[in-house]
């Protein structure tokens, strides 16, 4: 009876699921989500700031929503669609050597191992076994640092940051039409930094890191977003100007 390889992976460390895809979907949905409640409440923030009125308020944070949303969308997909061509490009490139020249990328394999600290010996029998395992899974790995399994979808991740956005964007937009005219900005200011607030700590932790040090630079930043915008906003209305 074979017996089932003892486990010594880590509670915290990501060994079965793809770090790497796991840290773009992150990446994608907090980028999407952020800039969704920033950008749309320096929009209705600024807004409110300029007039009372409600329809331009709504008119200029729908607008903002539907642009925001296309606009990640469309640059997601132009970015993660670029990284997919290059995998693809690098994953045959890897493939055609490997049918072409073996005992070149054999040695090559071998040398990789060998600079990591292996003996010259342990470094070949590496090389070999891997080889015989799985090749190009090898080489990827060790030469490309990817996986033939874990190239990127562009419109998974254009999806995510367009609807991450939007979710994002809602709350903003909600804050400033629902409350009474005199709260208003007071209610959307608290909301969208707890909202910031929560984003970065969600972040942090699902990335593994300290939740303080994240949470506290998007709240900042958003702050400033929407006193800068508020200001700017109450000059041009007290102006005359709009």
Avoid: C
């Amino acid at each position: 009876m074979t017996s089932k390889p003892a486990n010594y992976e880590h509670p915290n460390e990501p060994h079965k699921a793809s770090i790497t895809g796991r840290l773009n979907w992150l990446r994608a949905g907090v980028l999407g989500a952020n800039d969704g409640i920033v950008s749309v409440a320096a929009i209705v923030v600024g807004v409110a700031g300029a007039t009372a009125e409600v329809a331009p308020i709504l008119t200029a944070g729908v607008a903002g929503l539907v642009g925001g949303a296309v606009s990640m969308a469309l640059g997601e997909y132009v970015s993660v669609s670029s990284q997919r061509d290059t995998q693809r490009v690098l994953i045959e490139k890897e493939r055609r050597e490997l049918a072409e020249m073996p005992d070149e990328e054999l040695a090559e394999l071998t040398e990789i191992y060998a600079r990591k600290g292996l003996s010259s010996s342990t470094a070949r029998k590496v090389a070999e076994e891997l080889t015989a395992h799985d090749a190009l899974g090898a080489h990827l790995e060790a030469e490309l640092h990817i996986s033939e399994h874990d190239v990127a979808s562009p419109w998974q991740a254009a999806g995510a940051s367009a609807l991450a956005f939007f979710l994002g964007a809602i709350l903003p937009l909600l804050a400033i039409l629902l409350p009474p005219a005199a709260v208003r900005v007071p209610v959307t200011f608290v909301a969208v930094l707890v909202a910031l607030a929560i984003t970065g700590a969600t972040s942090a932790r699902i990335g593994g890191s300290h939740w303080l040090r994240p949470t506290v630079r998007v709240v900042i930043g958003g702050a400033i977003a929407l006193a800068t915008t508020f200001a700017i906003g109450t000059l041009l209305g007290t102006s005359g100007v709009v």
